[in-house]
């Protein structure tokens, strides 16, 4: 479906517009005395993991869009996967979900990620859903419920989904509770915090040595009094209570308008209990849009805080996925844009010159720090994400190549129209 010299030829037809891009680009960066080489590899190693329900059209409780040709198996969504790595490069690994994700084979799996180049990033737990054949429901709560033999129900799926991870190479498990209370009085918040807690220690305790537990929170949703587990406060806490290996994760729809995420970034890293992220967008809540599509500046500014976190504290080896719903556009295409916005706020992030910003603010000169980060986030690196992506063998323009490869029609003839991916 897409050769290397289908991409090497479309990059033949837009390299000379893309060599004077970049040209200007690197001529203004090296008058910056900034390392082009050093630039240029950092932002081609970084790494975004796809999760595997992003790779089919989402929904609403109104209705639901598929664009056709969706992946119905996890060797097509591997397949997918594969399509957007060989297009920016920068896509290099999957997140799956269990129970919607569960191999067949693994010898199997394994054998076409490795073919695609393609790693298993952390996997998922479901407790937000009653799954068939259960004798016992969430419909009250998961890890969190009154009643043990539920608890226990969602306590073993965790531990079988870390198993199947082993079995795939991953080295992360991220738990995301939707357990929380719709009226006042209905639970008892202390009770429900402990039970979690002594839930996810049994949980912690079956991780293989080397493996993170990434901790999710979220103010709301689908519970609307109360979550367990609402904000970045109470998973640091539970992280801090199971030990070394638990950490928090950051997904930025999970907030409440105009949280300052930069801050809780910058903390949870001097604290050493960042685990990851899940990008994506939003106006309101978790509307799971396109990542950098409404708050660019945003997440520029939260890259300048993982920069530096990285190189003044010892929290390094995070875990990147986007976590969005496609409901109106092309899902690959809407990652495809994802992922070049990452990196584009990645690159502007490197751009900023960290020991003049220290010294203004040890000057208190606010103009200054404002400027020093403007500059940075001013400058369009666009050219520089492409080069990165032309150097590793990807397309200098990875969603006009999507299109004029014609990917979604060619998967559609091979899926059918009616195609819809699993487990949304």
């Known amino acids: ?79 997918d996967v594969g399509l957007l790595h060989a297009l920016n490069q920068s896509s290099g690994a999957i997140s799956l979900h269990i129970p919607w994700d569960i191999p067949n084979n693994y010898d199997k799996i394994n054998s076409l990620a490795n073919e695609l180049n393609i790693k298993f990033d952390a996997v998922n737990s479901n407790t937000f859903q009653d799954q068939p054949g259960s004798e016992n429901s969430y419909k009250f709560g998961s890890l969190s419920h009154v009643d043990k033999s539920v608890r226990l129900d969602a306590i073993n799926h965790n531990k079988e989904v870390i198993d199947h991870g082993i079995k795939l190479g991953s080295k992360a498990l991220t738990i995301w509770l939707a357990d929380g209370s719709c009226f006042p009085g209905q639970q008892s918040f202390r009770g429900a915090f402990q039970r979690t ?24 949703e689908p519970n609307f009094y109360s979550m367990v587990i609402p904000d970045w406060g109470t998973s640091y806490l539970i992280a801090s209570e199971l030990g070394e290996k638990a950490t928090t994760l950051v997904d930025l729809g999970h907030h409440l308008p105009n949280t300052n995420i930069e801050q809780i970034v910058s903390i949870l890293m001097h604290l050493n209990k960042l685990g990851g992220f899940h990008f994506n967008d939003s106006k309101y809540g978790d509307d799971d849009l396109t990542v950098g599509s409404l708050r660019p500046y945003q997440l520029f500014l939260i890259f300048c805080e993982l920069v530096n976190g990285e190189k003044e504290t010892s929290n390094s080896d995070l875990s990147w996925m986007i976590d969005a719903s496609h409901n109106i556009k092309d899902p690959m295409e809407d990652l495809l844009q994802s992922v070049e916005t990452i990196k584009i ?23 200054a720090c404002q400027s020093i980060l403007q500059d940075a986030f001013r400058t369009d690196v666009r050219a520089l994400v492409n080069e990165s992506c032309y150097r590793l063998g990807g397309a200098l323009d990875p969603l006009n190549a999507f299109r004029k490869f014609k990917i979604r029609q060619k998967l559609i003839d091979q899926r059918g129209v009616d195609s819809k991916s699993t487990g949304l």
């Open 1 to 79: 479906m897409l050769k290397k010299e289908n991409i090497t030829a479309f990059n033949e037809l837009n390299f000379e517009a893309h060599k004077r891009s970049w040209s200007f680009l690197g001529e203004n960066l090296s008058n910056k005395n900034i390392d082009l080489e050093t630039l240029i590899n950092k932002v081609g190693d970084f790494q975004i993991a796809i999760p595997s329900w992003a790779l089919g059209t989402g929904g609403t409780r109104f209705g639901r869009f598929p664009e056709g040709g969706e992946p119905k198996t996890l060797e097509d969504k591997i397949r």
């Open 197 to 220: 807690l002594e839930s996810l220690q049994d949980i912690y305790n079956h991780l293989p040595s080397d493996w993170k537990l990434l901790i999710e929170y979220k103010p709301y």
């Open 345 to 367: 706020a990645y690159a502007k992030a490197l751009l900023v010159d960290n020991n003049k910003l220290k010294s203004a603010q040890q000057k208190n000169d606010v103009a």
